[in-house]
């Protein structure tokens, strides 16, 4: 609870955050959480205050994307309809996704083509919210857009030559969304194309036959910032193991869970949530820090029976590394190339208390064997099936 109240209590910037990525909309879908978690409506009650605000930025956004405009203000506001009964809030997502739909240039709605903040992610977001014929417009580009590969295809996803692979800004990323719009929408070419988008990554793989790992992009993007190889959820084999797990769900082909296995057996032999060498293991996040891996170990134990000892490992390095006072409770990533190296804690999804909280609640209602269940299912992160 202390993170709760020190997410709700922190001074927001002098510019407004309204995004799912850093901002308020991912901040109110934890807030959600918690309201059902524990069942306590001051947690609602504070999810309706920032749905206010998100509505009033749905009528004046530009950006359209997932994580960082339009479409995840309807997401976030579709849950506070769902769950709290706001009308307001469900008309309000009705008028973004209509903002973003008059956005589209027929291909694309800006220079970034992938997951974050482009066609991929606005598929996903409106498959989410409920609003499948433009989750197939933003999907549909991809057919007549993909490179082919030595090993499948990929996608042209940023100016510049590099081509990125895994699920934030790569082809993992699009796999995800060309996987999950043409199951929903019975579109065979959809799912085609995703499994040569997987092809391709599969074929780059470094760690067979048992692990999995694959570079950031090739070639590589600003090498000089960006580590050749990650674990996380956003350009590493805990990502890349949830569009297997999707994969598997929507073909029935064993291999992809195999294949997920191998990304578990590289991330659990990696070291993390060990901080081994500058700039291996930073974050404590749900992008590209723990928590996003701590995601993966509860699906794992959801789905599979997995034991949760690693879940406990990471979700107890959660507890050591936060910062808890008569404010509350929040985490302080690190940049190892500045110093002081401790970054400002954030409220947010991304890398902030939001993200955390998500993942924390969820593995205590495992341990404690209640329902394991999101309130609020996230549109990028496949739902665990429950074991027959």
Do not use: K
Request: with cysteine; net charge negative; glycine share 12%.
């Amino acid at each position: 609870m202390g993170a709760l109240d020190w997410m709700i209590g922190a001074a927001r910037g002098p510019e407004p955050d309204h995004t799912l990525y850093s901002g308020e909309a991912g901040v109110v879908l934890a807030l959600l959480e918690a309201q059902r978690h524990f069942g306590d409506d001051r947690y609602g009650d504070a999810a309706l205050r920032g749905a206010a605000a998100l509505m009033a930025a749905a009528d004046v956004e530009e950006d359209c994307s997932l994580y960082f405009g339009l479409t995840g203000l309807a997401v976030t506001l579709r849950a506070v309809h769902e769950l709290l009964g706001d009308e307001a809030a469900g008309r309000a997502a009705d008028r973004a996704l209509s903002r973003v739909r008059s956005r589209f240039d027929g291909q694309r709605w800006g220079e970034m083509f992938e997951l974050l903040s482009g066609n991929a992610g606005i598929a996903l977001g409106a498959l989410h919210a409920g609003d499948l014929d433009l989750a197939v417009l933003a999907a549909e580009p991809y057919l007549g857009t993909a490179d082919p590969t030595p090993g499948g295809v990929n996608w042209a996803v940023r100016p510049g030559p590099a081509r990125s692979h895994h699920i934030a800004h790569g082809t993992l990323g699009i796999v995800l969304a060309l996987a999950a719009v043409g199951s929903a929408a019975g579109r065979g070419d959809l799912i085609e194309l995703a499994l040569a988008g997987a092809a391709d990554v599969v074929a780059r793989d470094e760690a067979g036959p048992t692990g999995f790992l694959v570079p950031h992009s090739d070639p590589p993007h600003r090498p000089e910032l960006i580590e050749r190889y990650s674990y996380g959820w956003c350009n590493g084999p805990a990502g890349d193991a949830q569009v297997f797990r999707l994969l598997g769900a929507v073909t029935g082909d064993a291999a992809w869970a195999a294949r997920a296995d191998r990304c578990w057996h590289t991330v659990t032999g990696s070291g993390l949530p060990r901080r081994l060498r500058p700039g291996f293991w930073d974050n404590n996040g749900r992008c590209c820090g723990t928590a996003g891996v701590l995601a993966l170990a509860c699906d794992r134990h959801v789905e599979q029976g997995q034991p949760l000892d690693f879940a406990t490992l990471l979700a107890d390095d959660l507890v050591a590394r936060a910062t808890v006072d008569d404010g509350g409770a929040r985490w302080s990533n690190h940049e190892h190339r500045v110093t002081p190296s401790a970054l400002a804690p954030e409220i947010g999804w991304a890398m902030g208390n939001a993200g955390i909280v998500r993942e924390l609640l969820r593995f205590a209602r495992l341990t404690g064997g209640a329902d394991p269940a999101y309130a609020v299912p996230w549109p990028d992160h496949p739902a665990a099936a429950l074991r027959g």
